[in-house]
């Protein structure tokens, strides 16, 4: 079945460091490609999304490509701050229930990011 | 409302109660996801609804799981004789259409069952 894997955490930062997060995927057929972030005491939201191979997603200086031949949609951001402290959450779509036709997202275990003053 | 809403925010209950956890999504939105996040764990797809119909609801983890959605809106998870692995936050996500448009998660339900 499909399947997200991303690094664990926590991962520490300090501020204005380089960031990546790696996320690989496994999927049948054409999957979108999501990173969900979670701030502290909120809920999920979308930070970007990329729909088709060699798309690249990108929101609030973060961004991912879509890399068919490695499938991967590793995020990256060139210059971290403090407010970027959250869990981040690599997700596919595409039918998680074999035949079903369902629409739900299929997640990575999430990875907690701390940055640093 | 502006976003999705879940209720209650919290629930602790005794193993073998029945437990009802609610969701309101965006107005106008016909699709609803319930997930379920387990600690350590990602994100669990259980069921996802495209207007009141679920067409698939073979995620569920197990018959003591049901769902229901009326008027294209509310939606109730149900889970009945709880058990302690049932331990987890609950989230409700809506989107407009479905598909790969976004979905707009709730603050969700955290369940302890003792």
């Known amino acids: 079945g499909d399947s997200v894997t991303q690094m664990e955490g926590p991962v520490t930062l300090s501020?204005?460091?380089?960031?990546?997060?790696?996320?690989?995927?496994?999927?049948?057929?054409?999957?979108?490609?999501?990173?969900?972030?979670?701030?502290?005491?909120?809920?999920l939201q979308l930070l970007l999304k990329a729909t088709k191979a060699d798309d690249k997603g990108s929101n609030k200086g973060f961004e991912a490509t879509y890399r068919?031949?490695?499938t991967s949609f590793h995020l990256e951001k060139?210059?971290?701050?403090?407010?970027?402290?959250?869990?981040?959450?690599?997700?596919?779509?595409?039918?998680?229930?074999?035949?079903?036709?369902?629409d739900g997202l299929t997640f990575g275990k999430g990875t907690h990011l701390i940055i640093q003053p | 409302g502006a976003g999705v809403s879940q209720s209650p925010s919290?629930?602790?209950t005794e193993k073998g109660k029945d437990v009802e956890?609610?969701?309101?999504?965006?107005?106008?939105?016909?699709?609803?996801?319930?997930?379920?996040?387990?600690?350590?764990?990602?994100?669990?797809?259980?069921?996802?609804?495209?207007?009141?119909s679920a067409p698939d609801k073979s995620g569920l983890p197990s018959d003591r799981f049901s769902a229901e959605r009326t008027g294209e809106s509310v939606s109730?998870?149900?889970?009945?004789?709880?058990?302690q692995e049932d331990s987890a936050v609950y989230l409700c996500a809506s989107s407009i259409s479905g598909g790969v448009s976004e979905q707009f998660f709730g603050p969700g339900t955290r369940l302890t069952v003792l």
Do not use: M
């Not at chain 1, 997060?21 to 490609?33: D, F, K, Q, R």
């Not at chain 2, 609610?22 to 669990?44: F, K, V």
């Not at chain 2, 109730?76 to 058990?83: A, E, M």
């Open chain 2, 10 to 12: 919290n629930k602790v």
């Open chain 1, 15 to 43: 501020e204005e460091a380089f960031l990546t997060i790696n996320c690989t995927y496994t999927a049948t057929g054409y999957p979108s490609l999501f990173w969900y972030v979670q701030y502290p005491g909120e809920g």
């Open chain 1, 78 to 102: 060139g210059s971290v701050q403090v407010s970027d402290s959250a869990v981040y959450f690599c997700a596919l779509s595409g039918p998680v229930i074999s035949g079903g036709g369902a």
């Open chain 1, 68 to 70: 068919k031949e490695t």
């Open chain 2, 76 to 83: 109730t998870l149900t889970i009945q004789r709880t058990q």
């Open chain 2, 21 to 52: 956890l609610r969701c309101d999504p965006i107005s106008g939105h016909t699709a609803l996801y319930w997930y379920r996040q387990r600690l350590g764990q990602g994100l669990e797809f259980l069921i996802y609804f495209q207007g009141n």
